[in-house]
């Protein structure tokens, strides 16, 4: 049998939640993206969507996670969203977990499990839902593990 994951023996961490919350989009971390400050990666992300700056003014504005991924859902994406997200979603996640850092070195000490995403709202890019699904979140957390391990 192939094995998905290059640690699959040494269990997953399944829920973004609880003690594994800080793995979470909706952590509360400073990131940067084109020279805005933003109160979280889903804040970032959101505002990544579009080009237009007055929107992304909006987005910095929102007080939670929450609110900043329903706005996301009402805007119109940029031309290039499709070949950009990954890109955009590494950059800000590696601002987050920085080598050194409380955060970096918490999810360090997550190695060797693997990461994944897992959510019941039907997000089948970024996690796992109903045994469906990319799960590019928990790859990428998973990298940028092994980077600064």
Known sequence: MTKLFEYEDFGSIESFSGVNRFLSNFWPCEVEFEG???RSVEAGYVASKTLDLEIRKQVQQLDSSGKCKAFGKTIILRPDWKDVKLKVMEHLLRQKFKKGSELGDKLVE????????CNTWNDT??????????NHLGKLLMKIRKDIK
């Open 36 to 38: 805005m400050i933003f």
């Open 110 to 117: 997550t190695f060797p499990k693997i990461l994944i995403e």
């Open 125 to 134: 890019f970024w996690g796992i839902c109903n045994n469906d699904g990319k």
